[in-house]
Every structure is written in C-alpha cells, then in structure tokens.
C-alpha cells in the first residue's frame, strides 16, 4: 500500500504513459502528458512557496486543466480547493477568506474574474507553466517531496454550505482518497478498461471518485459536457459515442431519461455499472431502467462531504415496488454506521434515528472553523475511555430486518404539524410511487403552517392527493399542491429546495 495518492499516480503512468486518462470533449490528455503538466505545475507551485501542506485554490473550467491542476497540487505537498467558477463573487471571496490561502491556480481568461473581484493574492496562470522545462534536479525534488507527503496529510478541501449559507471547508486526507478509492476498485471490481463518464462539477465531492478510478487504475476519465445534460437522447448518444461503461451520477440525470422515456428512443450499448448518489434515488424512476436495461449492475452509493464521499452502499439486488425507499446499504470497508436517538442512546432494529459516521474515511473536520467542526464531529457517545471522533450527519435512518440502512429523510427536514413529527422525505416516497408522477419536492410552509407538495404530472393535486391518502394518515397530507413543468435543479443536479422554497 502507499503512503500518498503521488505514489498511485507515478505507477499508473508507469503502466499506461500512451494511454488517453482524461477527454474533456475539447481534447484529449495522455498519462504521459497529464503527468507532465502535473509536474510543471507542482514545481511552480514549489519555486514560488516556502511552505508545505497550504491550500491551494483551483480557478478554472471543468476540464482537462482542473484535473492536472489537483494533481500538480498534491504533487507539489499541498492541498487543492476547486472553485465554481460561476459561483456569486461574494462567495468565492469569503472561501478564499476562511483559506487565508496567497495562491491561486486559473487561466488568463478568468485570471481578470479574480482580480475584478478584489482578491489581491498570487496568481499562476496554466498558461504561462506549461512550457516551463523541466530538468533532472527537477525531478529530484519531486521525489522528496512526494517520500515527505504522509497519508495523514491534507489532499484537498471541498466547500459545503451549511444552515447559515456560510462554505465550510471540508478537509480529507490522503487516507481517506486511498480508502475509499481502493474500497470501490474491490467493491465494482474497476480495473483500466474502465471509461468513466462524469456528470457532477469537479467541486462535488462525487467527483472525487470518478477522478481518482482514473488515476489509480489507468481508467479513461471522460468529462460530458453539462449542457448534454438537459436532452436525455443527446445523452445517451454521447455515451454510447464515447463507450462509457462506468457513471456516477445524481438520481436527477437519471430520472431526468425515465420521464422523458429516452429508451423508447436509444439505450445505452456499452455501460455496465450505473451507480448514483447525493440525494434518494425513487424506485419508480430507478425500475425504469432496470426493466428496460436489466443486464448492468445498479448501486446507490450514500454519504455525505464529511466522509469523503461515500459511507454506506447498496448493490440492488432484488425487486422493489415503486413506493418503496431503496436501501443505502452497509458500510464500506473501515467505515462504521451508529445508530442513535435524541438522548444519545442506541436505537433497536426497525427505529429510527441519527445517523453517525466514524472510520478512516472520516473528514479532520471544517478548516479553520473549529467551532462548526466541534458541532458536527463529536465524541463517540459509546464511551469517553479515549478521543473517538464520529461525524453526525444529520440525516434520520433505521435498520430493516436485512440489516440494511434505510434512509428517511434530514434531521432538519423533520417537522412537527398537528401534533406530529413527520419526515418529508416519506411523503416525497409516497408521492412518487403514484402513477404518473414524474418528479415530486415536500416544502414546509412555515408562515403559512402547511406541507406543501410540487410535483411533475399529467394528473392534477386533486387526483394525487386522493390516491395519497390511501398510502399516508391524514395528517401528512400536503394541504397545497404546486404542479412545476421543470424542477429547478442546482449546479450538482440536485432538486433546488431554496429556490422552491422561495416560491411558497
């Protein structure tokens, strides 16, 4: 095993040096090449930098320069930060803030965004590196650098917002890269002739494992363009053109071809492992593509930021009904799930509960905010005989008879109406198990004191309403129903709740 993701990398490119790693639909990049370009932009970052282990912000597009960006990075003994590039400028100033960060990676195109934004650090533009030499002492240096990188060391910092809309900096460690990713080789035995097809931006954290299979295996990493996206059809053509066979996706893209009905059209002629995560996954919409795409393997992959990606997983191994809450599974390897109630005891079997979070894969916690980090990731309520750090996630669960976690709903979307305390995430269920409805979002009201349900169907609230009550108890019936066309999605391909909510 390897101590640093540089290690992993020099043996893929030892393996593959010919071999296409990444196509961003503009041009393609070699092991060879990307490793190149890497090591140009590491010994920059180290010709201009006194200090190890600093993050290191990434300004850029989505492309095939991001990508080397993050590795140069890590090569060079710091961390990367990927930032949205269409991102409100308040934003991207009070990331750059919290970092306290003196350097940033961008292009000449979008270097004048950062300066007419105020920020006043350092900049190095892809541009003006690549054509730097690179020499045998060069070279040298790298190597020391990469013997000093230990897996306990930062690897990158991805930015969540929380309640308050402030981005808190989520900080993983080589370990947890290393972890995970030999986790899901093992799991989905991925090898090299895995061609990847990413969805998510590169500053989700879903992205993390569609970058590193690459890097690990010698896999082709081929980045859709989003706008690709909106037209199902298109979509698919696209994969079948490039001869993707591995996704990870947000369930939005993948419901987005069951209500269009895509297969009616085009079906995918080479993917074999369709795995999807970052919000639930209906089983109406996912019986859609197991009925008619019934030979590929189908996994929902659950976790949040703080546990670099993935936490639990469910390879779909049985029939569900379209009402039904498809599991999130077991823990990944290393990785244990703790079950507890409002007091802080344990929940039996079949109750439900907070989800906790404690292994390898475990973030350090929120980079320099140590007042969020201690809220969110406390002392093992087990014991106190030694620090034992699990990270509470905030999302209700329980465990079914097959020892299966079933996700509920979020701990703040929990409600209390009339009385009772509900999770709108079973009514969101329940709505999407009716015929005909393509999409469904639960708010709650709080001025007005009412459920309120937006949903994508031929039928009207009235019609959805009636079948609901034969599914729910009157008293989780939404009272205001909002039939939207398109769901506002956000940059992940997530449903955009702050904006439906905007709308009540």
């Known amino acids: 095993m390897n101590n640093n993701l540089t290690e992993y990398f020099k043996n893929t490119v030892s393996g593959f040096p010919n071999k296409v790693a990444i196509d961003d639909n503009q041009a393609t990049m070699s092991f060879s090449e990307l490793n190149k370009i890497s090591d140009q932009i590491a010994l ?40 949205d590039i269409k991102s409100p400028g308040e934003r991207i100033l009070k990331i750059i803030e919290t970092l306290n960060s003196s350097w940033i990676i961008t292009n000449y195109e979008h270097k004048e965004n950062l300066i007419n934004l105020g920020y006043q650090g350092n900049i190095i533009c892809i541009e003006d590196v690549v054509s730097n030499p690179i020499s045998e002492d060069a070279i040298t240096k790298l190597e ?87 037209f199902p059809i298109k979509l698919i053509e696209y994969v079948n053109e490039k001869n993707i066979n591995l996704i990870f996706w947000v369930p939005s893209v993948l419901n987005n071809v069951s209500n269009f009905d895509a297969f009616s059209v ?37 976790g949040p930021t703080e546990i670099t990606v993935i936490a639990t997983y469910y390879i779909v191994n049985r029939t569900f009904k379209d009402d039904e809450s498809l599991p999130i599974g077991k823990a990944c390897k290393n990785t244990q799930t703790l079950i507890f109630a409002e007091d802080g005891k344990p929940v039996k079997k079949g109750e439900m509960g907070e989800l906790h979070v404690r292994g390898s894969l475990l973030a350090y916690g929120y980079y320099n905010n140590s007042e969020k980090t201690k809220e969110a990731f406390v002392q093992n309520p087990l014991h106190n005989l030694y620090p034992d750090i699990v990270y509470k996630t905030g999302d209700l669960v329980y465990e079914n008879d097959l020892n299966e976690i079933i996700f509920v709903g979020r701990k703040d979307s929990q409600i209390k109406h009339m009385g009772y305390r509900i999770e709108l995430g079973e009514i969101e269920t329940a709505i999407l198990g009716i015929e005909e409805v393509g999409n469904s979002c639960v708010l709650y009201d709080d001025n007005q004191k009412r459920i309120v349900a ?39 391909g997530k449903i955009n709740r702050l904006e439906l909510k905007n709308m009540l």
């Open 144 to 230: 020391q650098i990469s013997n000093s990188i230990i897996d306990l060391d930062p690897i990158y910092s991805i930015f969540t917002s929380g309640s308050t809309g402030d981005p808190k900096g989520v900080l993983i460690s080589h370990r947890g890269v290393i972890d995970f990713i030999e986790w899901g080789i093992s799991t989905y035995d991925i090898t090299d002739k895995a061609i990847i097809g990413n969805q998510v931006p590169l500053y989700f954290d879903m992205s993390v494992l569609d970058i590193y299979l690459m890097v690990f295996t010698g896999a082709t990493l081929h980045i859709i363009p989003e706008e690709h996206f909106a």
């Open 454 to 492: 937006f949903f994508k169907s031929k039928k009207t609230g009235v019609e959805i309403k009636k079948e609901l009550m034969l599914a729910l108890p009157k008293y989780m019936i939404p009272t205001k129903w909002i039939n939207i066309e398109q769901f506002p999605l956000n940059a992940n």
């Open 266 to 302: 085009i079906k995918p002629t080479s993917l074999t492992k369709i795995l999807f995560g970052g919000e639930a996954m209906p089983n109406k919409h996912l019986n859609y593509w197991r009925n008619n795409y019934p030979n590929a393997l189908y996994s929902n992959l659950y």
């Open 44 to 83: 920059e970052i180290v010709s201009k930098t006194k200090d190890s282990r600093q993050p290191i912000a990434v300004y850029l597009p989505k492309n095939r320069w991001s990508v080397a960006s993050f590795i140069g990075i890590f090569k060079s003994g710091n961390f990367y930060i990927p930032l």
